[in-house]
């Protein structure tokens, strides 16, 4: 699928703050950027809509709200083409091991590549059939008798079905209903297990590794809780999707759809992973979500940088960490269905490129990953969009609007998608004083005088945000959209110079977790710091 760059100059690529397009980007935000303004720039090029958005499948990018112009893609570019960002990618669609802190290939697109055009094709497609066959028989509720099942797994174990599921609701199975148990806190499980009927569930134990404390523990409870109801038949109500079918047997599973380490957790919900996705939505659909994805794939292989939105939406973050040095960005879908996307990206983008060392394991002096977080519109709307608005932070925004919805609502709709339009015209226009001054302001104080009212209502303006248009939230689009977003963030790690792929900054806290549980028996807090030891205390009194 990938172009014929040679993949294995890679690893020799410049650090991204030593090359020509660095210090020519830094120049173009000193002369143009810096004080770049949105409104006179849609002024003075009335083609700027069309010359800033583009087409990939299923998803169309608005980038003209953004604090950018042709030439700002251009440096972009070259920046991209000297940090080698194309063979980059292709080493990674080839399978090299671009993981290289954990020696493993990064594989997640062989799972949505048709039969015999990815590596691993066999494997992955073997595992797929059996997988959905499973799921089928699951969804014939006569047959299976199942109405309910559980996913429980955490990370990437459970926020990509977790994302999905709802997103597919109106392609999901009418009678079987889906809950994900993913927190080691009880208040997680127990309203689920209460609502259960033993005979008429199956549980999902995901995870990669089949050892993670949070999931272990809950898989442990179901299985106790199953017993207790008079459950028998452990093999035929708990499945496990994992890499390590040893210790899923020692669990008592018999049926175990496996997996690769050369697939991420926040990479794995194309694979055995998606299960609870596949029974909720069904086979063909789910072929739709690998289709969706894998022409996502193409568009990120074959499509030139100019063009190529995953790679464009990536320079466009670098361009905001680093250039603008803006710390977040705030997601917002118009769909409900995409409730749950801030969480999925959060891991995808946040555990992938919170790195602060490159591959060398050299100290970066420059800021990655920024912070991404939001909430569906229009709730966030009467939540958080005031800072958005009035803050004194720049936070750029992240629109989804999706054209069709899947409800018989249309005045509902319309109503949402006007917000979605209107978010990225205030932040974009602002309102200046002199406009604040000239407007009513029925519920302003009449204790104050008018200029004091008006620049209490003034919005700066000037905010970016990108606006990603979907024809329907359908599974092909889900699959492409979710895509997107990896090959983004991807694109954003390649530049920075970082492992995207592994995740460290979490092993400590689990080291500490569990040196610091026997604590909690014994009420021993000799050797911990004072706040720990104190709170230790507090905790078990
Ligand atoms: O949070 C760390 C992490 O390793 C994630 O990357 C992963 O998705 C999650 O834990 C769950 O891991 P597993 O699937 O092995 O249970």
Known sequence: MSQATPAADWRGAPRA????????????????????????????????????????????????????????????????????????????????????????????TALRAPVGQGPYSSAVHEVLERMLAFAERARDTAASGLADVVNIGIGGSDLGP????????????????????????????????????????????????????????????????????????????FVATTTNVEAAAEFGIRETFGFWDWVGGRYSMWSAIGLPIAIAIGAANFRDLLAGAHAMDRHFALTPL?????????????????????????????????????????????ESNGKHVDLDGEPLPFATSPVVWGEPGTNGQHAFFQMLHQGSDVVPVEFIAVREPSHPYRALHEKALANCLAQGQALMLGKSTDEALGEKAPTASSMLDAITVARHRTFPGNRPSTTLVLERLTPRSLGALVAMYEHRVFTSGAIWGINSFDQWGVELGKALCNRLLPRFSNGDVVGLDASTGGLLRRLVK
């Open 17 to 108: 703050d030593r090359t020509e397009a660095w210090a020519a980007l830094g120049g173009h935000f000193e002369a143009h950027g810096r004080a770049f303004d949105l409104r006179e720039a849609f002024a003075r090029d009335p083609q700027r809509f069309g010359s800033l958005s583009y087409e990939a499948p299923e998803v169309f990018a608005d980038l003209s709200k953004n604090l950018i112009d042709l030439a700002t893609l251009h440096f972009l570019v070259d920046l991209a083409r000297e940090c080698r960002l194309e063979s980059r990618r292709d080493a990674m669609l080839a399978g090299e091991p671009v993981n290289i802190t954990e020696g493993r290939a990064v594989l997640h």
């Open 162 to 237: 977790q994302m999905a599921v709802p997103a597919l609701d109106a392609f999901g199975h009418p009678g079987l209903r889906l809950h994900f148990v993913s927190n080691v806190d009880g208040h997680d499980i127990a309203p689920v297990l209460r609502g259960l009927d033993a005979r008429r569930t199956l549980f999902i134990i995901a995870s990669k590794t089949f050892t993670t404390q949070e999931t272990m523990a809950n898989a442990q409870v179901a299985r106790d809780w199953f017993v207790q109801q008079g459950g028998r038949d452990i093999a035929r109500h």
């Open 306 to 350: 100019e063009r190529n939105v995953p790679a464009l939406l990536g320079l466009l973050d670098v361009w905001y960490r680093n250039f603008h040095r803006f710390t977040s960005r705030s997601v917002a879908p118009y769909h409900q269905g995409l409730k749950r996307l801030p969480a999925y990206l959060q891991q995808l983008e946040m």
